[in-house]
């Protein structure tokens, strides 16, 4: 079976799914390798990394009614909602909460997301009562986050919807579900700062502000002093601006949007499939093996924890062939779990409106459920009425303690809560859980980069003892040396005594009809 899909993603197939970089013989080595399924799988994953610092809001039930079900929506600005719903509240009822609380107009992109008692993620399903689906409660915890990631951000109409893509994005580059090259990197951290910052000015903004920011699990010194740098070139752009080309960078990474899943082969082998708006690709390690597309898709079913699909490809004079794939998982629930949400990505991709009626025998989906996609399609999503205007807020990024109050952490405790407590005021008035918003393995990502003893103790005064003025401070610029970067590092350092301190943009939009 599995040589068959070799054979079959020729060239043509490959080169419908590579970036524009990739089609001009870029080549990227082997930073942007990609790696094991297992890391990127979305059926197992840990609570969704939050980059912005939240706050809790309580949203009471209707009428004064004592019987009620409370639900706890973590959003992704890092905001807490407490939901207070009848007890046979059904799904629709919170997530119709849920963007009423947020003003969201663009809907069909989102969805809330729960974990079971096994640690796999499901989405919510809106016909079905809320208690019935979620075990683990009351109160009843999930997520809202992008569902169906936009196959062109550009036709997302309203900048509060891009916003919320950006700050999904930013979500899953931090927990290293969508990989990228360290230059792409450095890019999209700088497109993030000129959002959130506005301009850099070299006089006031330094490597060190940076560093109060968490962009990447690998961040490093030298990293972010590549970020300041290319922060400098985007003068001029406005958050939106900022954000959308943002997107337009994201959506040509390998792994965008892409839903993955851990599945197992007649061989006994592992592999992995990947939902996409395109069709569903298949991994053997870190080897892209096949893609199905959806036109190509004949059947898709489910019999306890067998997923079978029927593919027609075209053999070699040129007639169609119809080939049969079996694929196997741990169980029954998370066969129909694959199965649903590959039901959702056809019908929202693919189709311009979803089907209603009952399944015929020679349905795209058929056997096992009668499961069938309830809401809006992609093409509906992107050709219908909008409203003129809308304001909303950005909600600033969590900040941490800089490189230099680290430094003077391990020196003096005192000042170091002083510093940290001037630069981030708010910090206590967020419940801890959304304090961290970088994996427990990347905390101490500073400890491998130690400071020279001489200059920790006098950080911001060059040899002769005369502090820097002005024009020392427009003349000096980092050079491309390592050792002379590190240096002009910890000269900007000294200079800062804490970062700029957060700032919030209101925005009018004008969308098109």
Same mark, same amino acid.
């Given at each position: 079976?599995?040589?068959?899909?070799?054979?079959?993603?020729?060239?043509?197939?490959m080169r419908r799914y590579q970036s524009p970089d990739e089609r001009d013989g870029k080549s990227t080595g082997g930073v942007g390798?990609?790696?094991?399924?297992?890391?990127?799988?979305?059926?197992?994953?840990?609570?969704?990394?939050?980059?912005?610092?939240?706050?809790?809001?309580?949203?009471?039930?209707?009428?004064?009614?004592?019987?009620?079900?409370?639900?706890?929506?973590? $959003?992704?600005?890092?905001? #807490? =909602? @407490? &939901?207070? /719903?009848?007890?046979?509240?059904?799904?629709?009822?919170?997530?119709?909460?849920?963007?009423?609380?947020?003003?969201?107009?663009?809907?069909?992109?989102?969805?809330?997301?729960?974990?079971?008692?096994?640690?796999?993620?499901?989405?919510?399903?809106?016909?079905?009562?809320?208690?019935?689906?979620?075990?683990?409660?009351?109160?009843?915890?999930?997520?809202?986050?992008?569902?169906?990631?936009?196959?062109?951000?550009?036709?997302?109409?309203?900048?509060?919807?891009?916003?919320?893509?950006?700050?999904?994005?930013?979500?899953?580059?931090?927990?290293?579900? $969508?990989?990228?090259?360290? #230059? =792409? @990197? &450095?890019? /999209?951290?700088?497109?993030?700062l000129q959002a959130e910052l506005g301009d850099c000015d070299p006089q006031e903004h330094s490597p060190e502000l940076v560093s109060?920011?968490?962009?990447?699990?690998?961040?490093?010194?030298?990293?972010?002093?590549?970020?300041?740098?290319?922060?400098?070139?985007?003068?001029?752009?406005?958050?939106?601006?900022?954000?959308?080309?943002?997107?337009?960078?994201?959506?040509?990474?390998?792994?965008?949007?892409?839903?993955?899943?851990?599945?197992?082969?007649?061989?006994?082998?592992?592999?992995?499939?990947?939902?996409?708006?395109?069709?569903? $690709?298949?991994?053997?390690?870190?080897?892209?093996?096949? /893609?199905?597309?959806?036109?190509?898709?004949?059947?898709?079913?489910?019999?306890?924890?067998?997923?079978?699909?029927?593919?027609?490809?075209?053999?070699?004079?040129?007639?169609?062939?119809?080939?049969?794939?079996?694929?196997?998982?741990?169980?029954?629930?998370?066969?129909?779990?694959?199965?649903?949400?590959?039901?959702?990505?056809?019908?929202?991709?693919?189709?311009?409106?979803?089907?209603?009626?009952?399944?015929?025998?020679?349905?795209?989906?058929?056997?096992?459920?009668?499961?069938?996609?309830?809401?809006?399609?992609?093409?509906?999503?992107?050709?219908?009425?909008?409203?003129?205007?809308?304001?909303?807020?950005?909600?600033?990024?969590?900040?941490?303690?800089?490189?230099?109050?680290?430094?003077?952490?391990?020196?003096?405790?005192?000042?170091?809560?002083?510093?940290?407590?001037?630069?981030?005021?708010?910090?206590?008035?967020?419940?801890?859980?959304?304090?961290?918003?970088?994996?427990?393995?990347?905390?101490?990502?500073?400890?491998?980069?130690?400071?020279?003893?001489?200059?920790?103790?006098?950080?911001?005064?060059?040899?002769?003892?005369?502090?820097?003025?002005?024009?020392?401070?427009?003349?000096?610029?980092?050079?491309?040396?390592?050792?002379?970067?590190?240096?002009?590092?910890?000269?900007?350092?000294?200079?800062?005594?804490?970062?700029?301190?957060?700032?919030?943009?209101?925005?009018?939009?004008?969308?098109?009809?």
């Open positions: 079976m599995m040589r068959f899909l070799r054979r079959t993603f020729g060239r043509q197939s390798t990609l790696p094991h399924p297992h890391l990127h799988q979305q059926q197992l994953h840990h609570v969704p990394t939050v980059v912005t610092g939240g706050a809790v809001v309580h949203i009471p039930a209707a009428g004064n009614s004592k019987s009620v079900l409370t639900c706890r929506v973590l $959003l992704l600005d890092g905001t #807490d =909602v @407490s &939901v207070d /719903l009848p007890k046979n509240a059904e799904g629709q009822d919170l997530f119709e909460q849920i963007l009423f609380h947020l003003d969201l107009v663009e809907v069909d992109y989102f969805g809330l997301q729960y974990m079971d008692a096994e640690q796999v993620s499901h989405w919510l399903d809106y016909t079905k009562p809320i208690k019935k689906q979620i075990k683990n409660g009351p109160p009843y915890t999930l997520h809202f986050r992008i569902k169906f990631y936009s196959s062109e951000p550009n036709n997302l109409h309203e900048e509060f919807t891009r916003y919320l893509f950006v700050l999904q994005l930013r979500q899953d580059i931090l927990s290293s579900k $969508l990989k990228c090259l360290y #230059d =792409v @990197s &450095v890019e /999209l951290a700088a497109y993030c109060e920011f968490r962009f990447s699990p690998n961040q490093t010194e030298a990293m972010e002093l590549d970020i300041f740098q290319k922060w400098r070139e985007f003068r001029g752009k406005s958050p939106a601006q900022a954000e959308l080309s943002f997107l337009n960078k994201c959506k040509w990474l390998e792994m965008y949007g892409v839903d993955m899943h851990v599945v197992k082969g007649r061989d006994g082998c592992d592999y992995a499939l990947g939902l996409t708006p395109t069709g569903i $690709l298949v991994f053997e390690g870190p080897n892209k093996i096949g /893609l199905f597309f959806w036109p190509k898709i004949t059947r898709l079913d489910f019999r306890k924890s067998k997923l079978t699909l029927a593919v027609v490809e075209d053999d070699e004079q040129g007639h169609e062939q119809e080939h049969t794939f079996v694929f196997r998982l741990d169980n029954a629930k998370s066969c129909k779990h694959l199965w649903k949400c590959a039901v959702e990505h056809h019908a929202f991709f693919r189709l311009r409106q979803p089907t209603h009626g009952r399944a015929g025998k020679n349905d795209f989906v058929r056997l096992g459920s009668r499961f069938r996609f309830s809401g809006r399609t992609e093409y509906q999503a992107t050709h219908g009425r909008l409203r003129r205007t809308s304001t909303f807020e950005r909600r600033p990024s969590k900040r941490y303690p800089s490189r230099r109050q680290s430094t003077v952490k391990a020196s003096n405790p005192a000042k170091a809560a002083h510093l940290s407590a001037q630069n981030n005021p708010d910090a206590n008035i967020y419940p801890a859980q959304y304090k961290q918003n970088i994996p427990s393995a990347h905390e101490h990502w500073h400890a491998g980069h130690p400071v020279h003893p001489a200059q920790q103790l006098h950080p911001a005064h060059p040899v002769g003892g005369r502090k820097p003025t002005p024009d020392d401070r427009k003349a000096r610029k980092p050079s491309n040396s390592r050792d002379e970067k590190y240096r002009y590092v910890q000269e900007q350092n000294g200079k800062n005594s804490g970062g700029a301190p957060s700032m919030m943009y209101q925005d009018n939009l004008m969308t098109t009809l």
